[in-house]
């Protein structure tokens, strides 16, 4: 193996190495607790909004 080749071999595995490096920490602070204690708290739940209000359990809740 020449001089030249080993080097372009090191070169394209730091270069690997670093670009996962970048891509677990952009994810590391994309879902880090102080980026989702930043966002803001929602009133009510989404999920309340596709529940039938002939559902028995929510109109015994409501009313």
Known sequence: ???RSFVYILATLVLA????AGAGAAWIVANSPLT???TPKIDHPST???VSAKTP???V???
């Open 48 to 50: 309340a909004l596709f």
């Open 36 to 38: 989702q204690l930043q």
């Open 17 to 20: 190495l670093l670009l996962t």
């Open 1 to 3: 193996m020449k001089f």
């Open 61 to 63: 809740i409501a009313g």
């Open 57 to 59: 359990i929510v109109g």
